[in-house]
């Protein structure tokens, strides 16, 4: 990029920054995720870095915060209520503790770790132990005065505990702390609100920020806020530690967060942010990282303050789940079903601990609808913690180069015209024979809830197909060691084993073998009611479309898929080699159980184990597992960090909500 390239890109970025900075700080009324706010950040403090001479005093790297309302009366904080930097990797901490030691002139320095919570920044300041103020962070020099929501706030003491050292009971004593909205009570505000008839709130974070900026402190009271200190602002006899300044604060009355620990290394400091990205949703309110602090407060002090951040501290941040990115190119794939996805090509980007290189888009319409052009600045997220997707497009980053997708006409792969139906959003490769379809029935064959074959990923199915061994899912069982042996990567070892592997897998259960033929519509859950209902293969076969209409839950349009994919010719063949290979799908059997007849939909994280395995537990016990709740859905597990979707349309059915502890039960 050449520096007058820089230049513009600079100049847009600072804009879209400070425009998505007043929605989010000021007005409380965020259009972008933090992670996606972060991104851009940090893509202007690369390019500044990159040209420091087009850094300007206004940039968004150089301040702190945001302006405070104009509602409420502002007060100047006592001493500055700092920004941190953030770090994102092993690399970055290592290079940090370096840096701290080579300033404190010693190796050996402890560090207190603590989670980062994701609420609001506030002081709240004690005059004679009695409480007299509380602030907000504002722009980190002067804050809003909410002492009268702070007031409301049940962790808040309003008299100092006693115990602590004389001096806190004298004068003036300050700590700093985040204003939190726990999930549980985010969610119960929003079933109040819905049962009003009013809207939802969007997050905890910004709905803690917008309760303790009521005017009404009734209002701020409704809301059942919490309120942990992170810091003791004021120097205070014989506490010299950042840990100690916890331990005063709990001492004094205040919540603090009870996960903090002492940290000896950056190994020690590593593996305290690995635990806790893995346990975070465990907690009961947000989290991005981990703020980790020099914790001997002399040394901490003498390190100083560098721009707007203290040397002696900074902010780990977990693995971001949004980030934005450039759009390369945008291309269509053929999925096994014929469906033609629209996808991006992206400039390579870490989301959430990998890096992304390619995304969904969806369908022709999305594209459009969402506006996502060629060369675009995107916002992308993994939908599931699994899938990339683009979020959505930042057309202001544009410089009129960005080019409209259109859609191919044809089949990219094998040339056939694409089809789309009157109601349908999906164009499709009518192509049975297409080569794209084909690799993806294999695929979806051997996958893990299909016939599960250990070790036939996509890189060997490929090489499968490109050396000719297989031109469908029936060759997989005609492979020797010796064919395997022959391919790139593929030792007699590693290949005795995959045909081993494969070889394993000639007898499935009925309902696994039917979804893994494959067939548009059916999925695991249908595939289990098609072998229920019909016991074996060959009833399963001879079945009519009018017949599949009796299997509960099948329609006309599942019904009509399978009579398709039964009449299918080249399908037939398949279906025929499958058999003289010896593969045999063993006669499905209902478990009957102390859950028979009972239906069950999980949404959000389980603790005890995964979604699969709770499935099998369900269905061991003769219950059944549902992806989606529909009005034959008995309950519905809420997990950690659960959508709204599933619930609100459980209340509309009536249908029983229970959260994992009560699964445990019904389970034992």
């Given at each position: 990029?050449?520096?007058?390239?820089?230049?513009?890109?600079?100049?847009?970025?600072?804009?879209?920054?400070?425009?998505?900075?007043?929605?989010?700080?000021?007005?409380?009324?965020?259009?972008?995720?933090?992670?996606?706010?972060?991104?851009?950040?940090?893509?202007?403090?690369?390019?500044?870095?990159?040209?420091?001479?087009?850094?300007?005093?206004?940039?968004?790297?150089?301040?702190?915060?945001?302006?405070?309302?104009?509602?409420?009366?502002?007060?100047?904080?006592?001493?500055?209520?700092?920004?941190?930097?953030?770090?994102?990797?092993?690399?970055?901490?290592?290079?940090?503790?370096?840096?701290?030691?080579?300033?404190?002139?010693?190796?050996?320095?402890?560090?207190?770790?603590?989670?980062?919570?994701?609420?609001?920044?506030?002081?709240?300041?004690?005059?004679?132990?009695?409480?007299?103020?509380?602030?907000?962070?504002?722009?980190?020099?002067?804050?809003?005065?909410?002492?009268?929501?702070?007031?409301?706030?049940?962790?808040?003491?309003?008299?100092?505990?006693?115990?602590?050292?004389?001096?806190?009971?004298?004068?003036?004593?300050?700590?700093?702390?985040?204003?939190?909205?726990?999930?549980?009570?985010?969610?119960?505000?929003?079933?109040?609100?819905?049962?009003?008839?009013?809207?939802?709130?969007?997050?905890?974070?910004?709905?803690?920020?917008?309760?303790?900026?009521?005017?009404?402190?009734?209002?701020?009271?409704?809301?059942?806020?919490?309120?942990?200190?992170?810091?003791?602002?004021?120097?205070?006899?014989?506490?010299?530690?950042?840990?100690?300044?916890?331990?005063?604060?709990?001492?004094?009355?205040?919540?603090?967060?009870?996960?903090?620990?002492?940290?000896?290394?950056?190994?020690?400091?590593?593996?305290?942010?690995?635990?806790?990205?893995?346990?975070?949703?465990?907690?009961?309110?947000?989290?991005?990282?981990?703020?980790?602090?020099?914790?001997?407060?002399?040394?901490?002090?003498?390190?100083?303050?560098?721009?707007?951040?203290?040397?002696?501290?900074?902010?780990?941040?977990?693995?971001?789940?949004?980030?934005?990115?450039?759009?390369?190119?945008?291309?269509?794939?053929?999925?096994?079903?014929?469906?033609?996805?629209?996808?991006?090509?992206?400039?390579?980007?870490?989301?959430?601990?990998?890096?992304?290189?390619?995304?969904?888009?969806?369908?022709?319409?999305?594209?459009?609808?969402?506006?996502?052009?060629?060369?675009?600045?995107?916002?992308?997220?993994?939908?599931?913690?699994?899938?990339?997707?683009?979020?959505?497009?930042?057309?202001?980053?544009?410089?009129?180069?960005?080019?409209?997708?259109?859609?191919?006409?044809?089949?990219?792969?094998?040339?056939?015209?694409?089809?789309?139906?009157?109601?349908?959003?999906?164009?499709?490769?009518?192509?049975?024979?297409?080569?794209?379809?084909?690799?993806?029935?294999?695929?979806?064959?051997?996958?893990?809830?299909?016939?599960?074959?250990?070790?036939?990923?996509?890189?060997?199915?490929?090489?499968?197909?490109?050396?000719?061994?297989?031109?469908?899912?029936?060759?997989?069982?005609?492979?020797?060691?010796?064919?395997?042996?022959?391919?790139?990567?593929?030792?007699?070892?590693?290949?005795?084993?995959?045909?081993?592997?494969?070889?394993?897998?000639?007898?499935?259960?009925?309902?696994?073998?039917?979804?893994?033929?494959?067939?548009?519509?059916?999925?695991?859950?249908?595939?289990?009611?098609?072998?229920?209902?019909f016991g074996n293969l060959a009833g399963f076969r001879a079945a009519k479309p009018e017949e599949m209409q009796q299997v509960p839950g099948i329609g006309q349009v599942v019904a009509r898929s399978i009579a398709d994919w039964l009449a299918d010719q080249h399908q037939h063949l398949v279906l025929e080699k499958l058999l003289r290979e010896?593969?045999?799908?063993?006669?499905?059997?209902?478990?009957?159980?102390?859950?028979?007849?009972?239906?069950?939909?999980?949404?959000?994280?389980?603790?005890?184990?995964?979604?699969?395995?709770?499935?099998?537990?369900?269905?061991?016990?003769?219950?059944?597992?549902?992806?989606?709740?529909?009005?034959?859905?008995?309950?519905?597990?809420?997990?950690?960090?659960?959508?709204?979707?599933?619930?609100?349309?459980?209340?509309?059915?009536?249908?029983?909500?229970?959260?994992?502890?009560?699964?445990?039960?019904?389970?034992?």
């Amino acid at each position: 990029m050449t520096e007058t390239e820089a230049t513009k890109r600079i100049a847009k970025l600072m804009a879209e920054i400070e425009d998505h900075r007043y929605k989010y700080y000021v007005l409380d009324e965020p259009t972008i995720s933090d992670s996606a706010y972060d991104s851009l950040n940090q893509e202007l403090e690369d390019l500044e870095q990159k040209f420091p001479t087009l850094t300007s005093p206004d940039s968004p790297t150089t301040r702190v915060g945001a302006k405070p309302l104009a509602k409420f009366e502002t007060i100047a904080h006592d001493t500055p209520m700092l920004s941190l930097r953030d770090v994102f990797s092993r690399d970055e901490v290592a290079a940090w503790v370096k840096r701290v030691s080579d300033a404190a002139g010693q190796t050996k320095i402890d560090y207190y770790g603590e989670i980062k919570m994701d609420g609001l920044a506030a002081s709240i300041v004690y005059q004679d132990g009695k409480l007299a103020q509380g602030v907000t962070r504002g722009d980190g020099t002067i804050g809003e005065n909410v002492t009268a929501g702070i007031r409301t706030i049940k962790m808040v003491p309003l008299v100092l505990r006693p115990g602590g050292p004389a001096s806190v009971y004298r004068g003036r004593f300050e700590v700093r702390g985040e204003v939190l909205l726990y999930k549980k009570d985010f969610e119960a505000l929003n079933q109040a609100r819905e049962q009003a008839g009013l809207p939802l709130f969007a997050n905890p974070r910004n709905t803690a920020a917008g309760s303790i900026r009521q005017l009404d402190s009734k209002l701020t009271a409704e809301r059942r806020l919490s309120f942990h200190v992170y810091g003791v602002a004021t120097v205070v006899d014989g506490i010299t530690t950042h840990k100690a300044e916890h331990e005063l604060a709990h001492q004094l009355g205040f919540k603090v967060e009870p996960h903090s620990r002492l940290l000896a290394s950056v190994d020690e400091v590593m593996a305290f942010a690995a635990e806790w990205e893995n346990k975070r949703k465990s907690l009961p309110y947000g989290t991005d990282g981990l703020v980790i602090t020099v914790n001997d407060r002399a040394i901490f002090n003498r390190l100083g303050v560098v721009g707007k951040a203290p040397r002696g501290s900074v902010a780990y941040k977990f693995a971001a789940e949004q980030a934005t990115t450039k759009v390369r190119d945008i291309q269509v794939s053929i999925g096994r079903t014929g469906a033609a996805t629209p996808f991006a090509v992206l400039e390579p980007v870490l989301v959430a601990g990998s890096t992304i290189q390619m995304a969904t888009l969806h369908n022709e319409s999305e594209v459009h609808r969402k506006d996502i052009r060629i060369g675009d600045t995107v916002i992308i997220q993994k939908a599931g913690d699994v899938i990339p997707e683009v979020v959505e497009s930042l057309p202001k980053l544009r410089t009129g180069r960005e080019k409209v997708f259109h859609m191919p006409t044809r089949c990219p792969i094998c040339g056939t015209k694409l089809e789309k139906g009157d109601k349908e959003a999906v164009w499709r490769c009518p192509n049975f024979n297409c080569y794209a379809l084909e690799r993806g029935r294999i695929i979806h064959f051997a996958s893990k809830d299909a016939i599960d074959i250990e070790g036939l990923g996509e890189q060997t199915v490929d090489a499968l197909l490109d050396t000719k061994l297989i031109s469908d899912a029936a060759d997989l069982y005609h492979l020797s060691v010796d064919d395997v042996a022959g391919m790139p990567r593929f030792a007699a070892k590693s290949a005795s084993n995959l045909v081993e592997a494969i070889q394993s897998r000639k007898h499935p259960t009925l309902d696994r073998f039917i979804y893994a033929l494959g067939i548009r519509h059916v999925g695991a859950q249908t595939a289990r009611d098609v072998a229920e209902h019909f016991g074996n293969l060959a009833g399963f076969r001879a079945a009519k479309p009018e017949e599949m209409q009796q299997v509960p839950g099948i329609g006309q349009v599942v019904a009509r898929s399978i009579a398709d994919w039964l009449a299918d010719q080249h399908q037939h063949l398949v279906l025929e080699k499958l058999l003289r290979e010896g593969v045999k799908p063993t006669a499905f059997h209902k478990v009957r159980g102390k859950l028979s007849g009972q239906n069950f939909v999980i949404t959000g994280t389980l603790e005890a184990f995964s979604r699969d395995e709770a499935a099998a537990k369900i269905e061991a016990l003769g219950g059944t597992f549902q992806t989606s709740v529909t009005k034959e859905t008995d309950y519905l597990v809420l997990g950690a960090d659960a959508g709204e979707a599933k619930s609100t349309k459980a209340k509309k059915l009536g249908t029983k909500v229970i959260d994992e502890a009560e699964l445990l039960k019904l389970l034992k």
